[in-house]
């Protein structure tokens, strides 16, 4: 392929959107020029619908009205198809009855009915009846005033007539469905987003305020206790908070953007929690009193963000029940980075009770619930259960997905 056809299929793509952009009316009003000036071309004045077959009269000033009045109304084909139809369908009916001779601005009728079936909106069925009765009255003037025409050849043009109503509908018809089927699949992904959102809300608000509910209580016993240690309580509990309004701030960015993942939000995405950070958590927890050893095996490279934000909540949550039910028994926390698969580990020891990951809901759920639904939309897997010599473990696997450097 040549270097000038390269270049012009873009351009004609880019042409056609734009004509696409334009107004109905605009488009509409160039149809009806364009048949318009077509049905003055010799080689098709013969071509156009036809019926009655009275003998033919010369033409004048009176069919060439008519043959405009056939074309001029398509101009508000899309605006007001019924007042179109029963314009040009009323000059038809008048330029066969006078037995002018056919010519191409004729089917401007097929392209009336056509119009009809795919906008018009209220009274369709009314609209179907009213033509009916005016194609038969047209039948009968045109026998009366001596057409050779039968009863057959007048059903068989209502047919093609029909034809050019049908297509239209069904033009109409398919739209509809579109629309609803976008309609239902921005539904579906407003309420997916939603539910992602509460759930994002769930992991941060829930971590950070139970730490900081731990380490307030700690500070408080610390303040009788041991006074001179109080105040790294206290710092424990102001640090847990900025940590949980930065998060707060970065959920709160993506709801006021255009409601997109996180992961499409190039800027939103630097600040949204990593692997990187998933040590802080163990800090956060060990500050709050929670003994937690923290390991890494393998070479940490950088995932999409979908990756990084689902490893990391997952840390988070099984931290958070640690937090709650643990009764300060250690927890360890191990990241196993691999050329395929992400693997997280966190188990916990002691008989403590501990929550259970049921199957989520229609909403998605709530913490490990809401979790094993992230992990399994990555083509991963979670599990959390009680240890066989006693304690919890929650442990998932979540396909690497490293950035292209």
């Given at each position: 392929?040549?270097?000038?056809?390269?270049?012009?299929?873009?351009?004609?793509?880019?042409?056609?959107?734009?004509?696409?952009?334009?107004?109905?009316?605009?488009?509409?009003?160039?149809?009806?020029?364009?048949?318009?000036?077509?049905?003055?071309?010799?080689?098709?004045?013969?071509?156009?619908?036809?019926?009655?077959?009275?003998?033919?009269?010369?033409?004048?000033?009176?069919?060439?009205g008519l043959v405009l009045a056939q074309t001029v109304p398509l101009a508000v084909r899309r605006r007001w198809p019924a007042v179109c139809l029963a314009v040009?369908?009323?000059?038809?009916?008048?330029?066969?009855?006078?037995?002018?001779?056919?010519?191409?601005?004729?089917?401007?009728?097929?392209?009336?009915?056509?119009?009809?079936?795919?906008?018009?909106?209220?009274?369709?069925?009314?609209?179907?009846?009213?033509?009916?009765?005016?194609?038969?009255?047209?039948?009968?003037?045109?026998?009366?005033?001596?057409?050779?025409?039968?009863?057959?050849?007048?059903?068989?043009?209502?047919?093609?007539?029909?034809?050019?109503?049908?297509?239209?509908?069904?033009?109409?018809?398919?739209?509809?469905?579109?629309?609803?089927?976008?309609?239902?699949?921005?539904?579906?992904?407003?309420?997916?987003?939603?539910?992602?959102?509460?759930?994002?809300?769930?992991?941060?608000?829930?971590?950070?305020?139970?730490?900081?509910?731990?380490?307030?209580?700690?500070?408080?016993?610390?303040?009788?206790?041991?006074?001179?240690?109080?105040?790294?309580?206290?710092?424990?509990?102001?640090?847990?908070?900025?940590?949980?309004?930065?998060?707060?701030?970065?959920?709160?960015?993506?709801?006021?953007?255009?409601?997109?993942?996180?992961?499409?939000?190039?800027?939103?995405?630097?600040?949204?929690?990593?692997?990187?950070?998933?040590?802080?958590?163990?800090?956060?927890?060990?500050?709050?009193?929670?003994?937690?050893?923290?390991?890494?095996?393998?070479?940490?490279?950088?995932?999409?963000?979908?990756?990084?934000?689902?490893?990391?909540?997952?840390?988070?949550?099984?931290?958070?029940?640690?937090?709650?039910?643990?009764?300060?028994?250690?927890?360890?926390?191990?990241?196993?980075?691999?050329?395929?698969?992400?693997?997280?580990?966190?188990?916990?020891?002691?008989?403590?009770?501990?929550?259970?990951?049921?199957?989520?809901?229609?909403?998605?759920?709530?913490?490990?619930?809401?979790?094993?639904?992230?992990?399994?939309?990555?083509?991963?897997?979670?599990?959390?259960?009680?240890?066989?010599?006693?304690?919890?473990?929650?442990?998932?696997?979540?396909?690497?997905?490293?950035?292209?450097?």
């Open positions: 392929m040549s270097r000038q056809a390269t270049w012009s299929i873009p351009l004609l793509r880019a042409s056609l959107d734009r004509w696409q952009e334009r107004d109905a009316l605009l488009k509409d009003g160039v149809l009806a020029l364009t048949l318009t000036t077509l049905a003055f071309v010799p080689p098709l004045s013969q071509i156009g619908a036809q019926i009655g077959d009275l003998p033919e009269r010369p033409a004048n000033v009176l069919s060439v040009i369908a009323g000059v038809f009916a008048v330029h066969q009855a006078l037995g002018f001779a056919t010519t191409f601005a004729s089917m401007g009728l097929y392209l009336a009915l056509y119009s009809v079936g795919a906008h018009q909106v209220r009274f369709r069925h009314g609209l179907v009846v009213v033509a009916s009765a005016g194609y038969a009255v047209l039948a009968v003037v045109l026998n009366r005033l001596g057409s050779p025409n039968s009863l057959p050849d007048y059903l068989a043009f209502s047919l093609v007539l029909a034809a050019a109503w049908l297509v239209g509908s069904t033009v109409r018809t398919r739209r509809t469905e579109e629309e609803k089927q976008r309609r239902l699949a921005a539904e579906m992904a407003t309420a997916a987003e939603r539910a992602r959102i509460a759930r994002e809300l769930h992991d941060v608000v829930t971590h950070h305020v139970t730490a900081m509910v731990v380490q307030a209580d700690a500070a408080q016993f610390l303040l009788t206790s041991a006074p001179e240690r109080a105040g790294e309580g206290l710092t424990a509990v102001s640090d847990t908070g900025r940590r949980a309004l930065t998060e707060l701030r970065y959920l709160l960015g993506v709801l006021e953007a255009t409601g997109e993942a996180a992961s499409a939000d190039p800027v939103g995405a630097g600040r949204a929690p990593a692997l990187g950070r998933v040590g802080d958590l163990a800090e956060q927890a060990r500050r709050s009193g929670q003994p937690v050893e923290f390991g890494e095996q393998g070479e940490r490279r950088p995932q999409s963000v979908d990756v990084e934000l689902a490893a990391y909540r997952v840390v988070q949550e099984a931290l958070t029940n640690a937090l709650k039910y643990a009764g300060g028994k250690p927890t360890r926390v191990l990241l196993r980075h691999g050329d395929e698969h992400i693997e997280i580990v966190v188990t916990t020891d002691g008989p403590a009770a501990a929550p259970v990951a049921r199957k989520p809901g229609p909403a998605g759920g709530r913490g490990l619930a809401g979790l094993r639904a992230r992990v399994r939309m990555l083509d991963g897997e979670l599990e959390a259960g009680p240890r066989p010599g006693g304690g919890f473990e929650v442990r998932a696997t979540i396909p690497s997905k490293p950035l292209q450097e």
